[in-house]
């Protein structure tokens, strides 16, 4: 076994996603939303903050459909392994939410943002917290 480092285990955690990803949108025009979850990508890697209300909950901050979505588009538009495995880093992001927190988030009754961003977000150049934001949701950063 040969010895990476952090930084090296995880842009090839992301590059082994984007492959996978090509391979699956190749064979069969889409692929799946759970290669976003660990063992292929570890918490680790995108656990990014905490609710300031000290939520427990895993919530991604950009919905991991969101994320496939536009991964597709990527694709086809020509994206290479390494572009898709970018993109996918820089947006694949978990905040610990309290429950209170994800129904507004997710519930139809609330803001209805399960699978999906605020209206009018940019999946190229959006932030990636604008979810959160809409929903008033304060965080700190884990480091």
């Not at 069969?28 to 939520?55: A, C, F, N, Q």
């Not at 991964?71 to 905040?95: N, P, W």
């Not at 997710?106 to 959160?132: F, V």
Request: charged residues 35%; glycine residues 6%.
């Amino acid at each position: 076994m040969k010895d990476f480092s952090r930084d090296e285990r995880k842009r090839r955690a992301f590059l082994r996603v984007a492959y996978v990803m090509r391979g699956m949108w190749e064979e069969k025009g889409s692929s799946d939303t759970r290669l976003l979850l660990p063992p292929l990508i570890p918490d680790e890697y995108v656990v990014h903050g905490r609710s300031r209300s000290g939520g427990s909950l895993r919530e991604h901050v950009i919905p991991r459909r969101v994320i496939c979505v536009e991964c597709h588009k990527m694709l086809e538009a020509g994206a290479t392994d390494e572009e898709i495995a970018s993109y996918i880093q820089q947006r694949l992001l978990i905040v610990y939410v309290s429950e209170e927190e994800r129904d507004l988030l997710d519930k139809g009754s609330n803001l209805n943002l399960r699978q999906r961003m605020p209206e009018g977000w940019c999946p190229k150049n959006g932030h990636p917290m604008e979810r959160l934001k809409s929903a008033g949701i304060e965080w700190d950063e884990i480091v």
